[in-house]
């Protein structure tokens, strides 16, 4: 069974722009979680999505915002890039609603913004 | 306040040690969930349990064993007899429940674990 995949795995941007990420989950899986890991602030909980719909969301600005398609895959954006966004972009997947599944983690996408 | 403290930062272990990686939550819920995740120099976290509010039982499975007190707040994580690729970064994590919002997911801010050979 082929793992949760993140593309692209490095991105470079400049302040200002947007971008996306992608998030393909494991075949089955019905929910996806997205994370930012940076030094200073750790692990943090962006949002997660069930079947298509936002279930959670963490405390996060509104420049960062995602969606889930019919076949699970998750994509998020950030819109007006700061050099903060700088991060490792984490997406998990799992069979139902996270906290109570397991997740299973993507190798995620390294954002630099310049 | 943190909701998920791991104050171990890095700690460092001779091959076949033991230890004890600790992890101290917060939350007023009846109902949550606990897990540990193991996130290794490739960076791919890796889920290593999950428990529930409600199950105090301790868990071992192979070298690893984890104790949950609820009466302390703690969910910690012990490796027996140590070894070099048991190096990582632990992750210890907290899921509340609050109704109609779906779960909140909290992770602390790691320890880094070192096994020297």
């Known amino acids: 069974k082929a793992g949760v995949t993140q593309t692209p795995r490095y991105l470079i941007k400049t302040r200002g722009q947007q971008v996306t990420l992608s998030c393909s989950p494991i075949?089955?899986?019905?929910?996806v979680s997205w994370y930012q890991q940076t030094p200073g602030q750790g692990l943090q909980f962006l949002f997660e999505?069930?079947?298509?719909?936002?279930?959670n969301k963490g405390n996060f600005p509104g420049r960062f915002s995602g969606r889930q398609f019919s076949n699970s895959r998750s994509e998020m954006n950030v819109s007006t890039l700061e050099l903060g966004d700088s991060a490792l972009y984490l997406c998990?997947?799992?069979?139902?609603?996270?906290?109570?599944?397991?997740?299973?983690f993507g190798p995620g996408t390294r954002l630099t913004v310049t | 306040a943190q909701k998920v403290t791991q104050a171990q930062t890095e700690i460092s272990v001779v091959e076949k040690e033991d230890v004890t990686l600790d992890c101290v939550y917060e939350?007023?819920?009846?109902?949550?969930?606990l897990f540990w995740y193991k996130q290794p120099p490739s960076g791919e976290l890796v889920f290593l349990i999950r428990r529930n509010s409600f199950d105090e039982q301790n868990e071992i499975s192979g070298r690893y064993s984890w104790n949950f007190q609820k009466s302390t707040s703690s969910f910690n994580f012990t490796i027996t007899a140590s070894q070099v690729v048991d190096s990582a970064v632990y992750f210890c994590a907290l899921s509340e429940a609050p109704p109609n919002t779906g779960n909140q997911f909290y992770f602390g801010t790691g320890t880094s674990l070192t096994v020297i050979p």
């Open positions: 939350t007023r819920d009846t109902t949550y969930y």
């Open positions: 998990a997947s799992s069979l139902g609603p996270s906290g109570t599944y397991e997740q299973y």
């Open positions: 075949s089955g899986h019905r929910s």
């Open positions: 999505y069930f079947s298509e719909t936002q279930r």
